[in-house]
């Protein structure tokens, strides 16, 4: 059964550059048609959209958020991770990693496995 | 960007009732690129409906989704009680965006 599980600091200081790790067990990250995705929901609020990749380097980032936002992937150590740099108060949110399945079954694009989410602070 | 406006923002209803949720597309979208999500307080969304009416494993069949061009619903035919959550509408035609949400409560 897939499984990911984030990890990283839990405070970050503004301007200071957020970093986790999402790591992957019970699949494999270089699997054909899945990505592999972070999005981000501020305490009592929404969902956002980070990025997703795909093990071969392919990004699709948030076009908000595309000049601070680096994923990369560690398909030897099946990890993937996210750099946020220049944090304010408004990055304090629960972040989680998903995969995201595409094309997946009927052609369709969906986030199908999700991390338990990880709550990230900035303040000084 | 596509913005997803879904109504209610909140549905207040009792269980056994039905439930209707609207996601509305500020332009057209692929059925290929919508979904549905379920989130309950303190856990991860989990994938109820992908391509806008096929039900995720192991998803009850008194969920249903349905809907085309700019208007996608997520139906719920009896409510139960664990059913109460909130429920999130994504595309992924044009970079990825969500709805806000609607939140489902007990009447």
Redesign the interface.
């Given at each position: 059964q897939l499984q990911l599980q984030e990890s990283g600091p839990g405070l970050v200081k503004p301007s200071e550059t957020l970093s986790l790790t999402c790591t992957v067990s019970g699949g494999f990250i270089t699997s054909d048609n899945y990505y592999w995705g972070w999005i981000r929901q501020p305490p009592g609020k929404g969902l956002e959209y980070i990025g997703i990749i795909y093990y071969s380097g392919s990004t699709f980032y948030n076009p908000s958020l595309k000049s601070r936002v680096t994923i990369s992937v560690d398909a030897s150590k099946t990890q993937f991770s996210l750099k946020l740099t220049s944090v304010t108060a408004a990055d304090t949110a629960v972040y989680y990693c998903a995969r995201f399945v595409g094309p997946g079954m009927n052609g369709a694009y969906y986030f199908d496995n999700w991390g338990q989410g990880t709550l990230v602070s900035v303040s000084s | 960007?596509v913005v997803l406006t879904q109504s209610p923002g909140t549905l207040s209803l009792s269980p056994g009732e039905r439930a209707t949720l609207s996601c509305r597309a500020s332009r057209s979208v692929s059925t290929?690129?919508l979904?549905w999500?379920q989130q309950k307080p303190g856990?991860?969304?989990?994938?109820l409906i992908?391509?806008?009416s096929?039900r995720?494993t192991g998803i009850p069949d008194r969920f249903s989704g349905g809907g085309s061009g700019t208007d996608f619903t997520l139906t719920i035919t009896r409510v139960v009680p664990e059913d109460f959550a909130v429920y999130?509408c994504?595309q992924?035609g044009s970079?990825?965006?969500?709805?806000?949400?609607t939140r489902l409560e007990i009447k």
């Open positions: - | 960007e290929n690129f979904a999500y856990q991860a969304p989990r994938l992908y391509g806008a096929s995720a999130y994504q992924y970079s990825c965006t969500f709805g806000q949400g």
